[in-house]
């Protein structure tokens, strides 16, 4: 069985005039083979907190929704625990840079999962599976 992490930059596909090929993906693979990251939802909730300032009615209504979200994923949300953050660190040793890339590349290579990204060329060289859903025609690749 194959398990997909999910980047922040695929889930906000996920949306009725979401990218085509990024829902056509999404609509063959079982719900329970997915995973969410915390630092996937850390990432969208500071967004949403820095929008407060500029827009606190939009900010509010896109909170709730990632509330949602993280109720709906509570079984499926991946911490970061020791084993990753050794990983993140050796990869972040390797190239310091992305970051917050690094740290779901990590989580991906432990638990074995292949990560759903658009931001393929972030990976390379991390060693893990990564599968583009922007590609008409996605398929799991190691980078």
């Not at 969410?36 to 407060?52: A, D, H, L, N, Y």
């Amino acid at each position: 069985m194959t398990i997909y992490l999910l980047d922040e930059n695929v889930l906000r596909e996920l949306h009725p005039n979401g990218n085509f090929e990024v829902l056509a993906w999404y609509a063959t693979v079982a719900e329970s083979d997915l995973r969410i990251s915390v630092m996937t939802f850390f990432e969208k909730r500071r967004g949403w907190e820095r929008r407060k300032k500029d827009d606190p009615e939009l900010a509010t209504a896109r909170l709730a929704e990632l509330d949602a979200l993280e109720s709906a994923y509570r079984d499926r949300m991946v911490s970061i625990d020791g084993a990753v953050v050794a990983e993140w660190a050796r990869l972040l040793g390797a190239k310091n840079k992305n970051q917050r890339d690094k740290a779901l590349a990590a989580t991906a290579v432990v638990h074995g999962f292949v990560l759903v990204t658009r931001n393929v060329d972030d990976m390379r060289g991390c060693n893990v599976q990564v599968l583009n859903p922007l590609k008409a025609q996605p398929a799991i690749e190691t980078v």
